[in-house]
C-alpha cells in the first residue's frame, strides 16, 4: 500500500499554499537539497573529475532511466535519461521515421505540445520538402492513422484540457497499418500508470520535472523498445552515445542499445535531485496512485461545478479518458488564476482560456482539494479577479 501521508510528508510544501500545479513543474522533495548540497561538496568539491567514476555520475543515467522505466511499463535496461524532451521527441522521430523507409508522413494532433510539432517541423524541413507533419483532431486521430503514415507521433495526455488517448488501441491500429508510434509521456510518467511494453509501443520520450518531481531543468527519458534498441540509429549521435566514448575515434559508430540515445554530458546536479524524487517514486504504486488521483479530480469537479457556475470543464468528465489535471474554461482565466495564486492556490493558465489544476496524489489530499474549491469560489462568487493587477501579463503563464 501507498502511504499518501508518509510521500507528503517528504515534500517542502510551503506553508499557506496548496499546490496544483506539479503537473508543470513538481514540488521539492525535502531530501534533495542535502543530497544536491553533499553532491556538491563531496563529490563535485572532493573527487572532482575523478567523480565520473568514484561516484558513478556516468551510470545514474542508466539507473535513473530504469526507476522511471517501472512507472512507465519498460522493460529494464531500455530507458535512458539525459538532455531535454524537446531533444529527445527530435531523437525519437527521426529514428523511427528512418525505420519506415519509403513513408514521409507524420501524423500528431492538435492537442499535442507546441514543442513536439514545432520539432517534427524543423526535422521534416531538414529531410526534404515530400515530408509532411499531418495534424488532426485529437478525435479523429484513429481514422487517420492510414498506411501512407510514417509515424504516429502523439502525447498521451492532451496538456491543455487533460484529454487522454487509448495508447493500446491507437498503437494496435498504428502497427496494423505498418505505422511506427512515439508517445510522448510529459503528463503520464507519474500522472498514471503506462504499459509501454503491453502496449508495443515503439518509442517512448517525457520529461521528469512535472509529475517526477526532479526539478527545473531536469532531464528527459527516452524509451526504445527491444526490438528496435540495436536497430535504431540516433539522428543526433553524440560522444556519450559511441560504443566507446573515450576511444576517442573519429568515426561514430552506436553505443549499445538504448546507450546509442546519449548525446552529450548529462546534468549531474539535476540527476541527483532528481535520485532524492525516485526515492519517493519507489514506495508508490501507480495503480494506486492512479485511483488517488481520479478520486481527488472528480472531487474537485463537483466541487467547483457546484460552487462555481461561471466556470467550464473543458476536460473529459470521465476519469478514465483523463490524465491528472482538471481544466475549466474561463473568459477572464488569466485574472483568475492570478487572483487564486495571490491567496495561495497554485494552478496555470494556458491560452487563450483555460485555468489548469493537476492533482498529484503524493503530496495533495482530499483536504487540499476542498480547501482549494473555497477559495475558487470565493474568487469566482465576488469576482476577486476583476482587478487590473491580476490582468498583466507575465513572461510564464
Ligand atoms: C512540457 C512538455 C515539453 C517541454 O519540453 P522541454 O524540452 O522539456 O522544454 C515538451 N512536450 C510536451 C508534450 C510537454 O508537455
Known sequence: MTDFAATKAMFHLPEGTIYLDGNSLG???RAATERVGNMMQHEWGDMLITGWNKAGWMQKSRDLGDRIGRLIGAEPGHVIVGDTLSIKVYQALA???ELNPGRKVVLSDNGNFPSDLYIAQG??????AEYELRVVDPEAVE???TDDIAVLMLTEVDYRTGRKHDMRALTAKAHEMGVLTVWDLAHSA???PVDLAGCGADFGVGCTYKYLNGGPGAPAFIYVAP?????ARPALSGWLGHEAPFAFDLDYRPGRGVERMRVGTPPVLQMTSLEAAMDIWDMADMAEVRAKSMQLCDLFIAEVEAKCPQLELASPRDAAYRGSQVSFKFR??????QALIARGVIGDFRAPDIMRFGFTPLYIDEADVRAATDIVADVM???LWDNPEYKIRNAVT
Request: aromatic share 6%; net charge negative.
Open 95 to 97: 529514428s523511427a521515421l
Open 381 to 383: 462568487t465576488n469576482a
Open 190 to 192: 507519474g500522472a498514471l
Open 143 to 145: 481514422e487517420n492513422i
Open 123 to 128: 526535422l521534416l524541413t531538414s529531410l526534404g
Open 27 to 29: 514540488p521539492l522533495p
Open 227 to 231: 526490438r528496435y534498441a540495436e536497430k
Open 332 to 337: 477572464e482565466g488569466y485574472a483568475a488564476m
